[in-house]
T-cell receptor, first 114, second 114 residues
Framework: DGGITQSPKYLFRKEGQNVTLSCEQN?????MYWYRQDPGQGLRLIYY???????QKGDIAEGYSVSREKKESFPLTVTSAQKNPTAFYLC?????????????FGPGTRLTVL | GQQVMQIPQYQHVQEGEDFTTYCNSS?????IQWYKQRPGGHPVFLIQ?????EVKKQKRLTFQFGEAKKNSSLHITATQTTDVGTYFC??????????????FGQGTILTVHP
């Protein structure tokens, strides 16, 4: 089956620890995205990548970092510098970065920082 | 930066009633997409509108894109309990080089009472 996988589904961490969220896609999509979703708010873009070895900051990149070493993988690290990291994190991908296409979302990771 | 406002934030309807959610952008959009997120799930793409004044239908759902390409609406006729979820609009900014980048509205949470 083609799709996007995120792991784990639930993640608990102590305050001050860095944590890395996994996102893998086998759709052969060029572009990948990380969003954060908080109750009552829409999806806010953290980082996006249009091609391997390149990525851009989204609207709320502070306290986060990413890498794009492989086309199918786009891990997100939530650093201790992120002041309010507890949230639902969604990864998405789209077929081409050259035009606007529909985005396919993974099931999400719910991060709770204690 | 670009802002996309969506109203209402919540809508409660009786099964069989109609439902509409509205989306307004602070800037002209190249296109607009609509997504549905079921409770506990992830956003799923519904449709994309590209042309000024465009209207598209999917069974009981009607999507419109404003003439100025700054607003959009989603109308559901005769709601069913399966329509429950959060509906998001997402706009791509006209011009610029941020291909593929979407700005999401806050979403409208639809509850349907049987």
């Amino acid at each position: 089956d083609g799709g996007i996988t995120q792991s784990p589904k639930y993640l608990f961490r102590k305050e001050g620890q860095n944590v890395t969220l996994s996102c893998e896609q086998n759709l052969n999509h060029d572009a990948m995205y990380w969003y954060r979703q908080d109750p009552g708010q829409g999806l806010r873009l953290i980082y996006y990548s249009q091609i391997v070895n390149d990525f851009q900051k989204g609207d709320i990149a502070e306290g986060y970092s990413v890498s794009r070493e492989k086309k199918e993988s786009f891990p997100l690290t939530v650093t201790s510098a992120q002041k309010n990291p507890t949230a639902f994190y969604l990864c998405a991908s789209s077929i081409s970065s050259g035009r606007v296409n529909e985005q396919f979302f993974g099931p999400g990771t719910r991060l709770t920082v204690l | 930066g670009q802002q996309v406002m969506q109203i209402p934030q919540y809508q409660h309807v009786q099964e069989g009633e109609d439902f509409t959610t509205y989306c307004n952008s602070s800037t002209t959009l190249s296109n607009i997409q609509w997504y549905k997120q079921r409770p506990g799930g992830h956003p799923v793409f519904l449709i994309q509108l590209v042309k000024s004044g465009e209207v598209k239908k999917q069974k009981r759902l009607t999507f419109q894109f404003g003439e100025a390409k700054k607003n959009s609406s989603l109308h559901i006729t005769a709601t069913q309990t399966t329509d429950v979820g959060t509906y998001f609009c997402a706009g791509a900014n006209a011009g610029g080089t941020s291909y593929g980048k979407l700005t999401f509205g806050q979403g409208t949470i639809l509850t349907v009472h049987p």
